[in-house]
């Protein structure tokens, strides 16, 4: 399925490093998500852009920073992480008519 | 009472057993109901949308009770390849944004 895709599936980043998440969706759809999801815990989520407008910023702390060019990208930038911020990043997305969501594989990120 | 809740598990039941689920919301006003499918490092995927009078897609039927405000999935007949983690989701009013998941039902189904 290559409806929702997202890169990198994997990285490795240090505490000072300055890196991106990507996702794009091929969907036509006009709300995109950012999710967080820890080992062994509930999706989390973070960001909501709906027609490239951030609705929803779920208290995430401002190292993480989103972004959404278009309706069919969305960018996730990273600073100065911490360990715990190891987790799968999932991006989904949303028709503006239904609610159902679907998501990208997720970019499997750790911080060292 | 949490927005979305469900029994995490796991549920240990034997190959072609049945199974059901129910996960309960909180806010009565709740638009749209779901179930969605997650494999082990794996992403969600949707399983089954809810309707009001209930909908089946093969072994897997799914019912809402808005009275009790609950949802339930049922499996019959249940395979080894469904050995996952099903999650609850419940859409918020008014079509806003808000889409939230419960924290999801471990399955294993046994050789």
């Known amino acids: 399925e290559t409806g929702v895709t997202q890169t990198p599936r994997h990285l490795v980043m240090g505490m000072t490093n300055k890196k991106s998440l990507k996702c794009e969706q091929h969907?036509?759809?006009?709300?995109m998500y950012w999710y967080k999801q820890s080992a062994k815990k509930p999706l989390e989520l973070m960001f909501v852009y709906n027609f490239k407008e951030q609705t929803e910023n779920n208290s995430v702390p401002s190292r993480f920073s989103p972004e959404c060019p278009n309706s069919s990208h969305l960018f996730l930038h990273l600073h100065t992480l911490q360990p715990e911020d190891s987790a799968l990043y999932l991006c989904a997305s949303r028709a503006g008519d239904r609610n159902e969501q679907y998501f990208g594989p997720g970019t499997r990120l750790t911080v060292t | 009472r949490k927005e979305v809740e469900q029994d995490p598990g796991p549920f240990n039941v034997p190959e072609g057993a049945t199974v059901a689920f129910n996960c309960t919301y909180s806010n009565s006003a709740s638009q749209s109901f779901f179930w969605y499918r997650q494999d082990c490092r794996k992403e969600p995927k949707l399983l089954m949308s809810?309707?009001?009078s209930g909908n089946e897609d093969g072994r897997f039927t799914a019912q809402l009770n808005r009275a009790s405000q609950y949802i339930s999935l049922l499996i019959r007949d249940s395979k080894l390849s469904d050995s996952a983690t099903y999650l609850c989701?419940?859409?918020?009013?008014?079509?806003?944004?808000?889409?939230?998941f419960g924290k999801g039902t471990r399955l294993h189904i046994l050789p």
């Open positions: 969907l036509g759809h006009n709300a």
């Open positions: 809810v309707y009001s």
């Open positions: 989701v419940v859409t918020g009013t008014d079509r806003d944004d808000k889409i939230i």
